[in-house]
């Protein structure tokens, strides 16, 4: 079927934007699973060398709420790494926990698409004292932003940034100590928001236009298996009056 025959049908149909929403929740997601939309929950042991300039060197956290309550954490009590829904704590030797080695704990979720995501959230001590700690962002590796925080009041940082990622990309927060272990308990969360995943908007552009039907007029003249809107392994015109319908329909 040449694309030129069905879009002289919908030339007329009006373009349709996509709103942004919020795809990832970094409290609202938290839980007992490893994974689940998107979030993982680790560290990186700077020690061996890992780094999150090295995404490839994250390690899981091994245990929740063995000697943390409703926290990741590595075995034992022998460290002070752990991740709750709202707090990171990193680790160095000291405060009761001697550890010899240097943890920086990560959040990590991994992206299911492609595109400019927004990240809100805030960033705070949750213990005032000692020398506090430094809190980033990295994507892909890239640390995005760096924020160092206070050791005698409250920094309340109200954070708002855009990234770009591609389908797997991961998005970080890390959280790594100074010169000590002491009051180094942080506040820091995420709300990522994009475009919501649409099955008509072949162009991945955040919009429906006439260039999304040919782009899904060429992968079902080539049998791509994303033009077989109706799934059931064939290409034939059942296929085109489904994706018509999902172009209309739109993307909230």
């Not at 050791?151 to 959280?175: H, K, P």
Request: one cysteine or more; glycine letters at 10%.
């Amino acid at each position: 079927m040449q694309r030129s025959i069905l879009s002289l049908g919908i030339l007329a149909m009006s373009a349709h934007t996509l709103h942004a929403e919020i795809i990832a929740d970094s409290e609202a997601d938290f839980g007992a699973i490893q994974g689940v939309n998107g979030w993982f929950y680790g560290y990186y042991h700077i020690s061996e060398g890992d780094s999150p300039t090295n995404p490839a060197s994250f390690r899981q956290l091994e245990v929740f709420g063995g000697d943390l309550i409703n926290a990741w954490n590595r075995p034992g009590s022998s460290d002070w790494a752990s991740i709750t829904d709202r707090t990171f704590h990193p680790h160095l030797p000291g405060a009761g926990r001697n550890d010899p080695n240097e943890y920086w704990i990560s959040r990590r979720w991994v992206s299911d698409r492609s595109g400019t995501l927004n990240i809100t959230g805030l960033i705070d001590e949750a213990d005032l004292g000692g020398d506090s700690v430094n809190a980033s962002i990295y994507v892909d590796g890239i640390e995005t932003v760096k924020y160092q925080l206070s050791t005698v009041i409250n920094s309340m940082i109200e954070y708002d940034i855009d990234v770009a990622v591609s389908a797997g990309s991961t998005i970080e927060l890390v959280v790594s100590p100074r010169l000590n272990i002491f009051f180094d308990g942080t506040v820091f969360t995420a709300i990522i928001e994009g475009d919501p995943l649409c099955a008509a908007d072949f162009t991945g552009d955040g919009s429906l236009d006439i260039f999304d039907v040919f782009a899904f007029l060429d992968a079902f003249n080539a049998m791509d298996p994303g033009a077989d809107f109706t799934g059931d392994g064939s290409f034939d015109i059942f296929d085109v009056f489904a994706y018509l319908d999902a172009f209309n329909a739109g993307c909230a």
